[in-house]
């Protein structure tokens, strides 16, 4: 596990199934650092292969991708979860497996074909929950 540096959370670790987060330098590599009570989310892939074997057409993973409600905490921007509503600790932390609601928050593709990313970008609020099983996103 290595920490991740910036404004954000530095006592909060990213899992070693989840190193390639992490630059050799120790800088963090996702787009955007969530500020506020933001928390960025590294949403798991659609398929793009039928179970036959079949590509996929781009509209279908696309439209897919946006149905995706599980992901990996990769950042929580600074004041998230300092709000007395939330109780003593945090609902989430980095490097936890969460489900958010469909409709919310804010998409953000990086890279295209098999190496695209896709990203989440939402309140402290829209986690509804913590999958408990580990395994990689």
């Not at 963090?28 to 659609?46: D, F, N, Q």
């Not at 929580?76 to 609902?91: D, L, V």
């Not at 939402?122 to 929950?129: A, I, L």
Request: aromatic share 10%.
């Amino acid at each position: 596990r290595r920490f991740i540096r910036g404004p954000h959370r530095v006592d909060q670790v990213v899992p070693d199934c989840e190193k390639s987060l992490i630059s050799n330098t120790g800088e963090a590599s996702y787009p955007i650092e969530p500020t506020g009570h933001h928390i960025l989310i590294k949403l798991e892939r659609a398929e793009v292969k039928s179970d036959g074997g079949i590509f996929l057409p781009d509209a279908n993973v696309y439209k897919s991708q946006f149905a995706k409600t599980r992901g990996l905490v990769v950042a929580i921007g600074p004041t998230a979860y300092n709000r007395p509503e939330f109780g003593e600790k945090p609902w989430c932390r980095v490097g936890d497996t969460v489900f958010v609601s469909k409709d919310i928050g804010m998409f953000i593709p990086e890279g295209e074909g098999e190496a695209q990313v896709w990203w989440k970008l939402c309140n402290d609020e829209d986690v509804k929950g913590i999958y408990l099983r580990k395994e990689a996103i």
